[in-house]
């Protein structure tokens, strides 16, 4: 597709399941964001991962978060023993530098939103 | 630590009036400054940037200022449209050898254009 895809794009679970939420970055672009957005507040960083380099998890809120890249390309972020503060929209992004501008710009997927009952 | 601030949460303006929304930083190594905007339901969407070596620039209706000494920047709409009633993320990043750091955004101000 021509943008990122996100997956599902709403989903509603029990306290304590796990989740897995999906992202499809747009081809050829190296790296790669996940961030929150809870009711009301502003973008939370989660983590980036950026080619072949170690990813970096400095924003994930707690060990019950994890994602991992598949070949570079798809991307899961997974939650475990969900909480209702978990509840929140869960925005993946992926971007890549224009050679010779060094602008760096991140295009979003619409998000998933999460409901933790 | 917030590195990058919106002190606004919200805005109000007249259509045809402009519309400036200001945003602050504190880390003066960022070499890049963006601004993206968002619907409700849609992810952002970038908007306009600017570079820490210039002090301007425009896009259309859009126009980015940046005062590094006094690590401000704005963002100008002139004239504001009901259709540019949104959130608006300001945000930075810095480059690392031929890579970049990650990009920090601000917590958003809330435009509402009043037709």
């Known amino acids: 597709g021509a943008g990122v895809s996100q997956s599902p794009s709403n989903k509603v679970t029990e306290k304590g399941k796990d989740v897995e939420l999906r992202c499809d970055p747009i081809?050829?672009?190296?790296?790669l964001y996940w961030y929150r957005q809870s009711l009301g507040q502003g973008l939370e960083f989660l983590i980036y991962?950026?080619?072949?380099?170690?990813?970096?998890k400095s924003g994930l809120p707690s060990d019950r978060f994890s994602a991992e890249r598949t070949g570079g390309s798809v991307s899961t972020l997974t939650i475990q023993r969900t909480q209702q503060e978990d509840s929140a929209v869960y925005l993946c992004?992926?971007?890549?530098?224009?050679?010779?501008?060094?602008?760096?710009?991140?295009?979003f997927g619409a998000g998933t939103r999460l409901s933790v009952l | 630590d917030q590195q990058v601030k919106q002190n606004s949460p919200s805005l109000s303006v007249q259509e045809g009036r402009i519309s400036i929304l200001n945003c602050d930083y504190t880390?003066?190594?960022?070499?890049?400054f963006l601004w993206y905007k968002k619907y409700p339901a849609e992810g952002p969407t970038f908007l306009i940037s600017?570079?820490?070596?210039?002090d301007k620039n425009e896009d259309g209706r859009f126009t980015v200022f940046l005062n590094k000494s006094a690590k401000h920047l704005s963002l100008h709409i002139v004239p504001s449209q009901p259709g540019d009633s949104a959130v608006y993320f300001c945000?930075?990043?810095?480059?690392?050898?031929?890579?970049?750091?990650?990009?920090?955004f601000g917590p958003g101000t809330s435009l509402s254009v009043i037709p």
């Open positions: 991962f950026q080619g072949n380099s170690a990813p970096d």
């Open positions: 081809s050829g672009h190296t790296a």
């Open positions: 880390n003066s190594m960022f070499d890049y």
């Open positions: 945000a930075a990043i810095r480059l690392v050898r031929t890579s970049y750091d990650k990009v920090i």
């Open positions: 992004a992926s971007s890549f530098l224009l050679k010779g501008q060094g602008l760096y710009i991140q295009y």
């Open positions: 600017i570079s820490s070596i210039k």
